[in-house]
């Protein structure tokens, strides 16, 4: 779904393009006149985006079948499974290391001619990435900053919670051999600040929920507090992309924890497709998503690829690196302009629900049951690895069921109901 060209409200508004020659300076003082002219630039200029914001709104509505509402992007939520599940083959099939226990052996014999290919699998957390900045631009649009925090608060931690419970059960199991974190650590876990406080992690997965707090803060600061605009959101990517690569160059660590210059182009060039979903083709959208891709590969090269070595789990190829990041910025920006619109069935926004908890549990329960499906029953390893991600689905879906669909709306309602004691606005 996609909206049309939204006029660019540029730094010269309509009224001052118009406006009459100037007449001879009369006075020294023109302090008065400068403000003048400040203040109508931007109230011209925040007129320009109500406009533009007002012109997506109706295009949207206009959009939606049956009239009314806009479209679900279900096929978002169906590429967000597709990811997890990428990450899901990388832990099972595609990595050596506590797997290799559950199988009894290297998954480079249990899978001989896969492995190599689930390798690639951790590239889905580059996809997340994408995803996450549509969807927080998204869904942060026109929103206060309180109810913003409410939503990300109740859609992160109830399953997180369960999940980090659970694990830590399981894995005091006297006859579950993987090494459960302490209990003053399972505790700060609970924060899901354990990896800036140098804690014990107990799920393996939840570095990448501290790339998500941290562009949430951004965002939060830069774009909902002082209220989202297309003008703000293409700052806010322009100067986070130049403060990134600054923060390279300087080799500073706070630098580095603030502005996460190798994760920073996803989330930006997520922020970019959302721009090209809302107000439709502009050049500045499409430089952001461009210029994203580019430093984002770049990361990605950086961090996986490696020349071939015998001692290696797997040979990556920086060819097959670049094309799956670039699958992952095309299939956003194709669902962004609606070209995948077709996808509109009603599982994939059950798919959509699940993969969240589904990736929370995945790891480390999997073990697990890797561990009693394939050498406690016999089941060859194929069989193994596909009942091991049903089981993992099926825990996913009553997390969503009965901790998720019960607890959310209860912490969003408690985080943006004010009590009468408290001062207005806060």
Known sequence: MSAPPAPDAGPISTAAATAPAPTPPRAPDTAPERSAERTVDRSAERAADRSADRSAGRTAKAAARGGGHPVRLRALDGLRLLAALMVAAYHYGGRDGEI?????????????????????????????????????????????????????????????????????????????????????????????????????????????????????????????????????????????????????????????????????????????????????????????????????????????????????????????????????????????????NWANWRWLTVAGALTYPFYLVHEHLGWVVVWVLHQKLGIPSYGTFALTVLVMLGLAWLLYRFVEQKLTPVIKRSLTTRSKSSPSGV
């Open 100 to 340: 290799a226990q559950a199988w009894g052996s290297s998954p480079r014999a249990q899978f001989p001619t896969l492995s190599s290919t689930f390798a690639y699998g951790c590239l889905g957390v580059q996809i997340f990435f994408v995803i996450s900045g549509f969807v927080i631009c998204m869904s942060g649009w026109g929103r206060p900053l309180r109810s913003f925090f409410a939503s990300r608060v109740s859609r992160l931690y109830p399953a997180y919670w369960v999940a980090i419970i659970l694990v830590t059960a399981v894995f005091a199991l006297p006859w579950v051999t993987y090494k459960a974190v302490s209990p003053s650590d399972a505790l700060v876990n609970l924060t899901m600040l354990q990896q800036p406080l140098g804690v014990d992690r107990v799920l393996g997965v939840c570095w990448t929920l501290w790339a998500e707090l941290r562009f949430y803060a951004l965002f939060a600061l830069f774009v909902v507090l002082p209220g989202a605009t297309r003008h703000r959101v293409v700052l806010f990517c322009a100067v986070w992309t130049l403060g990134s690569a600054f923060a390279e160059a300087a080799n500073l660590p706070l630098l580095d924890i603030v502005l996460m210059p190798e994760y920073s182009s996803y989330f930006i060039g997520g922020m970019g497709i959302y721009l090209l979903h809302r107000f439709g083709h502009d050049a500045l959208s499409w430089g952001i998503i461009g210029i994203s891709f580019l430093i984002g590969q770049h990361y990605a090269i950086r961090d996986l690829w490696h020349p071939a070595n015998i001692d290696a789990f797997s040979y990556r190829s920086a060819a097959a690196i670049i094309g799956v990041v670039a699958f992952g910025y095309v299939a956003v920006t194709l669902i962004a302009l609606g070209k995948l």
